[in-house]
Nanobody, 128 residues
Framework: QVQLAESGGGLVQAGGSLRLSCAASGRTFTFSNYAMGWFRQAPGKGREFVAAISWGGGRTRYADSVKGRFTISRDNAKNTVYVQMNTLKPEDTAVYYC???????????????????WGQGTQITVSS
């Protein structure tokens, strides 16, 4: 059984910063074999891609809406992926999910369907 557990969400004012963490665990789960992604879902909207990072951390990909403000990183020794979110805007308000995509590939997927495991999500609310 694979578990992804997000933490670090909360309420922040516009212009502020937060860092989310996602800790992965599982008896047969090898974290370094997975690309990791962050997605978000606002009320009444579908789940959308935010950022992804390759299995080794050397490549990243971002949604245009967060490029330059968010930074994804990972620590394979700690089985953890992070997203540092700066200059937060009210439109960043959503539940944020981390996800794992199997395979040491060169592609960083933006599609929800390409990710095999998901966390339960953590709420971020940005007040104006």
């Amino acid at each position: 059984q694979v578990q992804l557990a997000e933490s670090g969400g909360g309420l922040v004012q516009a212009g502020g910063s937060l860092r989310l963490s996602c800790a992965a665990s599982g008896r047969t789960f090898t974290f370094s074999n997975y690309a990791m992604g962050w997605f978000r879902q606002a009320p009444g909207k579908g789940r959308e891609f935010v950022a992804a990072i390759s299995w080794g951390g050397g490549r990243t990909r971002y949604a245009d809406s967060v490029k330059g403000r968010f930074t994804i990183s990972r620590d394979n020794a700690k089985n953890t992926v992070y997203v540092q979110m700066n200059t937060l805007k009210p439109e960043d308000t959503a539940v944020y999910y981390c996800a794992a995509s199997n395979g040491r590939t060169t592609v960083l997927w933006v599609e929800v369907s390409k990710y095999d495991y998901w966390g339960q999500g953590t709420q971020i609310t940005v007040s104006s």
